[in-house]
């Protein structure tokens, strides 16, 4: 079974920067897109932001210019560098791979705190 490995989690102040990175453990074929979804408490999973095989980008309006998304085919590795955060991103995390059958891969989550 693959498994998707996130990295770069962790507690920043307001303004700050973490990048988040993640990979699958095994080969997973046929990609279509990867992305970051975060789940803050007692809300409802939200898409950040995802990128295709082709390099087509989508985010969230909440993080539009201040997170970037990007992604390494030849490792199957995706990123996402966040700037300027604010409290408001504190939430969990979760890489998340989407191949051409609609299947899905997540990962186990990473925790991401901003403090005020």
């Known amino acids: 079974q693959v498994q998707l490995v996130e990295s770069g989690g962790g507690l920043v102040q307001a303004g700050g920067s973490l990048r988040l990175s993640c990979a699958p453990s095994?080969?997973?074929?046929?990609?279509?897109?990867m992305g970051w979804y975060r789940q803050a408490p007692g809300k409802q999973r939200e898409l950040v932001a995802a990128?295709?095989?082709?390099?087509?980008?989508n985010y969230a309006d909440s993080v539009k210019g201040r997170f970037t998304i990007s992604r390494d085919n030849a490792k199957n590795t995706v990123y996402l560098q966040m700037n300027s955060l604010k409290p408001e991103d504190t939430a969990v995390y979760y890489c998340?791979?989407?191949?051409?059958?609609?299947?899905?891969?997540w990962g186990q989550g990473t925790q991401v705190t901003v403090s005020s």
């Open positions: 095994g080969s997973i074929f046929s990609i279509r897109a």
């Open positions: 998340n791979v989407r191949t051409m059958r609609t299947l899905d891969y």
């Open positions: 990128i295709t095989s082709g390099g087509i980008t």
